[in-house]
């Protein structure tokens, strides 16, 4: 990577990007699934109101540095019906409670920029290419919340590769919420992250 201004950088949604198939087809992660998706399935995922992906570039747009795939979600949990003074809607005198959120499917970056250190990003804390690329996309989250659709909670599926790194930017394993299907999941270990922390990670 040539010296760049951070100010070059920004995450585009991929089906308003103008990005040619051909930067798009060079993206590779090192995953063939997770390469695969953004080569393949994307933008009709996000044509059919599935998920939507956005994608890392500079300003030129030749070269995807980065992409994430996030789609609505939901954290449910029991609380007693007494609190909300309400009606029981269980056996045991719950009512199913839930608490907005987005999920992030995906997270990937280019190979080459894996495990490396960004010198020429972060010169003084030097931080990994990993890191900075993904703390960007949870502030964009994070703006997000607050002027398109409000989400109190950030949630993922962490494999055994990026679980150091989600747990690195305040993730945390979480067992009080009721955990729902996928099956991509499968080994992953759901993690949660709320605005209040990610606040906190971002800006403090």
């Excluded at 030097?126 to 919340?145: A, N, P």
Aim: aromatic share 16%; proline share 2%.
């Amino acid at each position: 990577m040539n010296e760049k201004d951070v100010s070059e950088f920004e995450y585009v949604e991929l089906n308003k990007s103008g990005i040619s198939d051909e930067v798009i087809n060079n993206f590779d992660c090192g995953n063939q699934d997770m390469s695969d998706y953004l080569h393949l399935q994307a933008k009709t995922d996000a044509a059919q109101s599935k998920c939507v992906t956005y994608v890392l570039v500079d300003s030129t747009k030749s070269r995807i540095y980065a992409y994430s795939t996030i789609s609505s979600y939901a954290m449910y949990y029991y609380e007693l019906a007494d609190k909300f003074h309400t009606k029981p809607m269980t056996d045991d005198g719950n009512v199913l409670v839930t608490i907005p959120a987005v999920e992030i499917k995906m997270f990937a970056i280019d190979k080459a920029l894996r495990k490396q250190v960004a010198y020429i990003l972060d010169p003084i804390r030097k931080r990994h290419f990993s890191t900075i690329f993904f703390q960007w996309f949870i502030e964009k989250l994070y703006y997000m919340s607050m002027s398109v659709i409000g989400f109190q909670i950030i949630f993922l599926r962490a494999n055994d590769e990026g679980f150091n790194l989600y747990s690195r930017n305040g993730f945390i394993e979480y067992n009080e919420y009721i955990d729902t299907y996928d099956t991509k999941a499968e080994g992953c270990i759901p993690m949660i992250e709320t605005m209040y922390d990610a606040e906190t990670v971002l800006f403090l």
